[in-house]
């Protein structure tokens, strides 16, 4: 009689709160954007380091921080320890095994949601995991991908100071964030 085997989890033998990216492995460098803003400023800074995320901490005015690229586990540990993430928040956002979820954490908010997108080359639907967290005056979310999303019309009316977008807080970008996720499920 043949007898199973099974994979020992990369997660095996570690304590709680360990990140480890569970999921396809990413090649390439972790791409971080920062967008910053009120009704009268924007400023917007793509970078490769978390270095550059850390003045934006105490702002009062709304930061959007999004990662795209959760392979790189020393960078999620950099952000978290940045703004003082829980371990098990970023244990969550490297396993991209998730269901989506949402915790409050006090100071902040956790949601995880899945992004669909269509696959032309494949003819497939293609999952990917969400993370964001929302604070009083920042988000931070994190996307398996290094590239394309459904938050460029997001993006773009920040940029451009369309709707009221800039004139909210950062709940009004968590929510404009999910909702183009929702949105995009249509599609």
């Known amino acids: ?34 967008l910053d803003y009120d009704e009268e400023h924007f400023q917007e800074v793509e970078t490769e380091t978390v270095d550059e995320c850390f003045p934006f901490k105490d702002k009062p005015t709304v930061t959007w ?49 899945k992004m669909l997108s269509y696959n032309d080359k494949k003819n497939e639907i293609v999952t990917e995991q969400v993370s964001l967290i929302v604070g009083p005056n920042l988000v931070l979310s994190f996307q398996e991908e290094r590239e394309g999303d459904v938050f460029s019309p997001i993006r773009e009316r920040i940029r451009s100071e369309k709707g009221r977008i800039r004139k909210m807080g950062a709940d009004y970008l968590a929510y404009a964030l999910i909702d183009s996720i929702v949105d995009n499920y249509f599609i």
């Open 1 to 34: 009689m043949a007898r199973l085997v099974k994979k020992r989890s990369k997660k095996a033998s570690l304590p709680p709160g360990t990140p480890v990216h569970i999921g396809e492995g990413k090649g390439g460098r972790t791409k971080i954007t920062i």
């Open 65 to 113: 921080i999004n990662v795209d690229g959760i392979h790189q586990v020393e960078v999620l540990e950099k952000v978290g320890s940045c703004f003082e993430l829980h371990p098990l928040v970023l244990e969550d956002i490297a396993n991209t095994d998730q269901r989506p979820k949402m915790e409050d954490y006090g100071d902040y908010i956790y949601t995880v949601l």
